[in-house]
């Protein structure tokens, strides 16, 4: 396992490296500079990124979920205090565990493990909405096929689908597929849409 530490206190960093001591197998990169840290983190590729940020400021705060955002990881962010915008923020960026106080050696293993499974039941949930966006479309796309089929060649729904149905087998392609190309044909000869 790749862990990105990122810190500008080396004492803080030394911490997070004791509690990670003790897992097998991980290769640890300390990264202690702001500037260019998209691009660094990107060069480890971690599997995952702990940020001890301290006391941040709202600028320090923001280029840290800039990372968030670029990185489709699992990040536990440690801060000193509670700032209920600061926690709303790093959500919305991106971030798996938000620790306030809690930078002690014998609790990273523990919270690392937190931050890995919560980033991957939200990444499950993500696929989830994701796949069943696409079964949407689809059937929107399939729905709006029918109506031009019906439309243009006077078929019942039952006979527009079939046609679809027809046309998909005869091409090896998926019926999504060619309503998709009717829909688009039909927009193109300004059947509107």
């Known amino acids: 396992m790749r862990i990105a530490v990122v810190d500008e206190s080396a004492a803080r ?14 290769e640890i990169f300390v990264v202690t500079e702001r500037r260019g840290l998209v691009a660094r983190i990107g060069e480890i590729a971690p ?19 800039a990372v968030s955002r670029a990185l489709a ?11 209920d915008e600061a926690i709303a923020a790093s959500i919305d960026a991106g971030v798996s565990a938000y620790v306030v106080d809690g930078l002690a050696a014998h609790r990273i293993r523990s919270l690392l493990d937190v931050t890995v499974r919560r980033f991957n039941a939200f990444a499950r949930l993500q696929a989830e909405l994701d796949e069943a966006r696409g079964a949407l479309a689809e059937r929107d796309a399939v729905d709006k096929a029918k109506r031009i089929l019906m439309d243009s060649r006077q078929l019942t729904e039952p006979q527009a689908y079939a046609e679809l149905r027809r046309t998909a087998m005869n091409q090896g392609k998926r019926i999504a597929d060619i309503a998709a190309a009717v829909v688009t044909a039909h927009q193109l000869l300004g059947g509107g849409g």
């Open 13 to 26: 960093a030394s911490v997070i490296r004791e509690g990670l001591a003790t897992l097998p197998d991980c």
């Open 47 to 65: 599997d995952i990124v702990l940020m001890d940020l301290g006391n941040p400021s709202r600028d320090m705060l923001e280029d840290y979920f």
């Open 73 to 83: 990881r699992p990040i536990a962010m440690f801060v000193d205090e509670s700032d």
